[in-house]
């Protein structure tokens, strides 16, 4: 099995038994020289870990919440980044 498709693995394997997935633990989980595409893998990760289909209703219940809160998360960190890039073009002198 290639190395890839085994950290693969371990991700989804970690983001399913992990009681609070969230993407700052998901953070603390990768290696330091992967946290600049942690986003990524995360979201990559938790839509892989809901696809297994977990046999538990609870895990995907959760898995769920964060995929939605995730989203959320996302939503409004790009629409304050929005904001700073609309303000920066007016000049205030």
């Known amino acids: 099995m290639p190395?890839?498709?085994?950290?693969?693995?371990?991700?989804?394997?970690?983001?399913?038994?992990?009681?609070?997935?969230?993407?700052?633990?998901?953070?603390?989980?990768?290696k330091p020289t992967h946290h600049n595409r942690a986003d990524e893998k995360y979201r990559n990760t938790l839509n892989s870990a809901l696809e297994c289909n977990p046999k538990n209703r609870e895990i995907q219940k959760k898995l769920t919440e964060m995929r939605k809160k995730f989203d959320v998360h996302n939503r409004i960190h790009f629409f304050h980044v929005y904001i700073i890039v609309y303000l920066s073009s007016f000049s205030f002198n």
Do not use: G, H, Q
């Open 3 to 30: 190395k890839s498709e085994s950290k693969k693995k371990e991700n989804i394997s970690w983001i399913i038994n992990c009681d609070n997935p969230t993407p700052l633990a998901f953070y603390r989980f990768v």
